[in-house]
C-alpha cells in the first residue's frame, strides 16, 4: 500500500534509528518528473478511482494506470512510452480502462480515451466496446498537464 504525505519545505526529517523494523534510511535524490493526466469530459476514471497518466523522467517513466482492488489498495499497471505517439494511451492499457468502466458505469457514450459504450438490446446489459473503426471517438481529453 502506498499512502504519500505532503509536508511544509520547513520540515525536517524524522530520525529512525534506533527501530528495529528499520535497517537504514536513505535519501533519494530529487527527480525532476512531468505527468500528464487522461480522463474523459466527465471525469469517468476519476469518478471510479482510476488514474491514467502519462509520466516523464525519473526511474518509472511511461504509462500509470492504477485501479482500485480493495478498501484501501490500488492496483497498478504499466507501460512504456512510445515516442512516435506520445498522447495515444497504450492499447492493452484502453483494453482494462474499457473492461472496468464497462463493469462500473450507466450505458451512454464516452468521447475519449478511444473507447465507446453501448448496450445490447438482446439482454440489456451494457458493453464495452474499443474503437474499432466503426465507433467514432473524439481525440483524448488530457488534463492537469503539467502535473
Given amino acids: ?87 495515444t494511451v497504450p492499447g492493452e492499457l484502453r483494453d482494462v480502462v474499457v473492461a472496468e468502466l464497462g463493469q462500473r458505469r450507466p450505458v451512454r457514450a464516452v468521447e475519449d480515451l478511444g473507447l465507446a459504450f453501448g448496450a445490447d438490446p438482446g439482454d440489456g446489459y451494457e458493453r464495452a466496446l474499443p474503437d474499432d473503426g466503426q465507433h467514432h471517438v473524439p481525440q483524448l481529453a488530457r488534463h492537469g498537464v503539467g502535473l
Fill in 1 to 87: 500500500m502506498e499512502r504519500k504525505f505532503d509536508v511544509v519545505e520547513s520540515t525536517v526529517s524524522p530520525s529512525f534509528e534506533g527501530i528495529a523494523a528499520i535497517a537504514h534510511v536513505d535519501k533519494s535524490p530529487v527527480e525532476s518528473l512531468d505527468a500528464t493526466y487522461f480522463d474523459t469530459p466527465g471525469q469517468d476514471l476519476a469518478r471510479n478511482k482510476i488514474t491514467l497518466r502519462r509520466r516523464t523522467g525519473g526511474h518509472d517513466a511511461g504509462w500509470h494506470l492504477k485501479l482500485p482492488s480493495g478498501p484501501e489498495a490500488r492496483t497498478e499497471v504499466r507501460a512504456p512510452l512510445d515516442a512516435s505517439e506520445p498522447d
